[in-house]
């Protein structure tokens, strides 16, 4: 038995060394792709030495001799820290994930080879114009070059994750840029599945006139009565919400199109000199996207020959994407343009190669597709463009719950262009003195399209910039819901002139701001869109700016940071109203005290949604439920897809606006149920969810703990002990509706996990430019061992930032590195 143990105790020492060592080793390896900021390095292709001074935030300040020279090292210092994060940008957009993933990313490899935009972006290059196409060369030679160092020093393949999904690296091209910004617009576009949702939400419907209650038309000038999908499609069978079937929500997290409800987001607003305290102008802007280790922002300072450029950019491209430079500040918000339709194309039955246009038959263009897979068979697509677009399959986003027999899909997208010339506008801006120069380089801007918000040291404007599709007043659908191809009113007639955008500069008011809030009231085809992303944060914002006669970064940066959600205050009252301080007195433990105890916390709350507090939790899994119980009966599986609550919705039934409180009748039971009634019921609903997840005592409770910001890598974020190193994870204030939002999953286990936030915030002030401040969601560096993976994380979280100076002798004076380029020795 002696002799038993002593070996025993042998063999788990071995095991317990082992582990150590694998575990030491598998350290070493990972650790030797961390880069040394202090280097000296020589370089091909670079013309004259350059400086990369990395402030204490790790922030690269670049000094160069030449626009190019600084682009180079742009690209080599985004490769640096984020060399993994732009391969997997590139092979995503490429459509080349299964190289790596295998049979699990074949889906999305299908999607992206359909919407080919890497074509698109290698043909887009050559539109560009020569200073553009030199800024995109030298990116790509900066990028080579780290490869080639990784290569040469044996630098640990660039990225730990490298080693576990080990393939060859192919040189970075000008159209990897180009195809980057092409990635982002399917990241930020939501019209396509829209159409979808609402074709098949109008055959679930009995009642038609519902439709404008589910799937609202934001406040403001009315548009006229539409068909129903069913009578545009006679041919296709009404489908019964007990039969029909919806796709699941839950995705996997490499998947680049965004679930309903969670594309992207921003805000931005700026003051002229008449409401600043400053003496100058003031801007704010926090582009909101889905969160992920690392966030997708890279802060960055240019000093190229038209000056110092300093603020936010996306590795993989040569711009700062939102930002300022000495005289003009510039930030970005979605502008939810409706800049995409689905065309019902008509095969001919006598010829399947042939569709119908206006004028008879034509053949569809076709290309085969290999998508080569890891450790099983490539296979090969077959892809096909009508004049319209290019061809979807009937298994994608649930078109066959909606296709008439003998026909197929096409997408018209505006971020399909060949002649994409958006990188040559963002060069443009980011040389731009004065509002009016930002705005005219606007008009280069394709896709996606954004609200661009200005100031300069006088002045501020906004503009819509990106192409918006030209369609026939008269088209069938008004663009909302798919219609035929061979219908010449349907079709577009190309893009609307630039200067038709909607657009601002000075106001009277001497406030421009946008939330993703419908920014005009236009009869179709000016419309811009029926679909906007805001109609609530807007109200809010509204009230903090008129608050104040006049504001000052700091007033700016308490906007930016507001978690007062405007919708809790306005629908508390309204499904409340029968049900506060009524009911007599309920015993300890039972239901009834529990919903009692529950009313009395929410009626004395102010609706700020504070993660140390009980009641945001409460109300959220209220409205959550209460949203489900309306629509439920009436939708069936589909109403899965409405995922997140819209406070349009619940308030026009309870308002009984147009007849919408029949929602409040559950269609299946014998009784007549009231608003009142499914409000009380839903309360309950909330209220078990709640005990069984999170326990019965109320005042307990943390909206922090449900509301947890979700910084995962989206590939090891999944992975059992090493996500512990590479997730981050952190308590946080807001909710879907405040300015500071945090964007809830909407369902899955954890529905009010934050999602989707601000991954870059930052404030501008002309008055002291250099006292301007930003910051990001995580940490510059994508390499989870490094000190700077998320060390910005914890100043996001708390609403803390760091400054953004154009001063050099800041930047020295508390460097971290400062790495030396020099031209290759011959």
Not at 175 to 182: C, E, G, M, R
């Amino acid at each position: 038995m002696a002799l038993l143990f002593r070996w025993l105790i042998r063999i788990a020492s071995a095991l317990i060394l082992l582990a150590v060592a694998a575990f030491v080793l598998a350290w070493y390896f990972a650790a030797r792709s961390l880069p040394d900021y202090d280097a000296t390095l020589e370089v091909a292709g670079l013309t004259a030495p350059v400086e990369i001074v990395r402030d204490n935030a790790n922030v690269p300040h670049i000094f160069g001799q030449s626009d190019a020279d600084v682009f180079y090292a742009l690209g080599l210092a985004h490769a640096q820290d984020r060399l993994w994060q732009m391969t997997m940008l590139r092979r995503t957009a490429q459509g080349k994930l299964s190289e790596l993933y295998g049979r699990r990313t074949v889906e999305i490899d299908t999607v992206l080879r359909r919407f080919d935009i890497y074509t698109a972006a290698r043909n887009s290059v050559g539109a560009m114009d020569t200073d553009t196409q030199a800024a995109l060369d030298a990116y790509a030679a900066g990028v080579n070059a780290w490869i080639a160092e990784v290569n040469a020093g044996a630098r640990g393949r660039g990225a730990p994750e490298m080693w576990l999904f080990n393939h060859a690296l192919a040189p970075w091209q000008p159209a990897d840029s180009v195809a980057i910004v092409k990635l982002m617009a399917v990241q930020l576009s939501g019209h396509l599945e829209e159409e979808v949702l609402r074709a098949r939400t109008s055959l679930a419907l009995e009642d038609q006139a519902r439709l404008a209650d589910i799937l609202p038309d934001h406040p403001g000038a009315g548009l006229a009565a539409l068909p129903d999908f069913a009578s545009l499609v006679p041919d296709l069978p009404k489908v019964t919400p007990g039969t029909q079937m919806a796709s699941e929500i839950t995705r996997d997290p490499l998947w680049p199109l965004p679930p309903r409800g969670l594309a992207g987001a921003s805000n931005a607003w700026a003051a002229g000199i008449s409401r600043s305290a400053t003496g100058s102008t003031l801007l704010a802007n926090d582009p909101h996207l889905g969160l992920s280790a690392p966030g997708l922002f890279y802060l960055a300072r240019l000093e190229l020959q038209s000056g110092g450029v300093i603020g936010g950019t996306i590795p993989g491209v040569p711009l700062v994407l939102t930002g300022r430079n000495a005289h003009l500040g510039w930030g970005i918000t979605s502008s939810y343009l409706d800049d995409q339709d689905l065309f019902i194309e008509e095969v001919n039955p006598a010829d399947a190669s042939q569709y119908r246009t206006p004028d008879g038959w034509a053949n569809f263009v076709t290309r085969d597709s290999i998508i080569r897979i890891k450790d099983a068979p490539s296979v090969t697509i077959r892809l096909q463009w009508t004049q319209n677009g290019p061809v979807l399959t009937p298994d994608q986003f649930d078109l066959q719950e909606i296709r008439p027999p003998g026909h197929v899909f096409a997408l018209g997208w505006t971020a399909l262009s060949h002649e994409d010339t958006t990188i040559q506008a963002g060069m443009a801006l980011m040389r731009a003195r004065t509002v009016e120069d930002g705005i005219a380089a606007g008009e280069d801007f394709v896709a996606p399209a954004q609200v661009l918000t200005l100031a300069d040291r006088n002045t501020i404007g906004m503009k819509l910039i990106g192409h918006v599709p030209d369609r026939d007043p008269d088209h069938v659908t008004k663009g909302r819901m798919p219609h035929f191809g061979y219908i010449a009113e349907n079709r577009w007639r190309g893009h609307r002139p630039y200067d038709d955008n909607p657009g601002w500069v000075a106001p009277a008011g001497g406030i421009v701001g946008n939330t993703n809030n419908k920014i005009v009231e236009a009869p179709f085809p000016a419309h811009v869109s029926h679909t906007w992303g805001d109609s609530q944060r807007i109200n809010r914002w509204r009230g903090l700016m008129q608050d104040r006669r006049v504001h000052t970064r700091e007033s700016f940066i308490e906007a930016q940071l507001d978690t007062v959600s405007f919708t809790a205050r306005s629908l508390l009252p309204l499904i409340g109203a029968d049900l506060w301080f009524t009911g007599e007195a309920a015993a300890e433990g039972t239901p009834q005290r529990l919903r009692q105890e529950a009313l009395t916390l929410l009626s004395e709350w102010n609706g700020e949604m504070n993660e140390h507090l009980p009641e945001p939790l409460i109300y959220a899994a209220w409205l959550r439920a209460l949203q489900d119980r309306l629509i439920r009966d009436d939708l069936g599986p589909l109403a899965r897809e409405y995922a997140h609550v819209e406070p349009l919705f619940i308030e026009r039934v309870f308002r009984d606006v147009d007849g919408a409180a029949a929602w409040c009748d559950i269609r299946q039971s014998a009784p007549t149920e009231t608003c009142t009634d499914i409000a009380r019921l839903s309360l309950d609903d909330a209220l078990v969810w709640i005990t069984e997840t999170y326990g019965d005592n109320l005042e307990s409770l943390r909206w922090g703990d449900a509301h947890e910001a979700t910084h995962d890598h989206p590939v090891l974020g999944e992975a059992p002990v090493l996500n512990w190193f590479v997730n981050i994870r952190q308590s946080t204030s807001g909710g879907d509706n405040t300015l500071m939002r945090g964007r809830t999953a909407g369902s899955g286990p954890r529905p009010f996990e934050n999602v989707h936030a601000a991954v870059y915030r930052g404030v501008y002030d002309f008055a002291d430019p250099d006292s301007s401040v930003f910051i990001t969601s995580t940490g510059q560096s994508g390499h989870p061992l490094s000190r700077y993976y998320d060390d910005l994380g914890e100043l996001w979280r708390r609403g803390e930032y760091i400054p953004m100076s154009l001063d050099p002798a800041l930047a020295r004076g508390g460097a971290v590195g400062i790495t030396q380029l020099r031209p290759e020795s011959d």
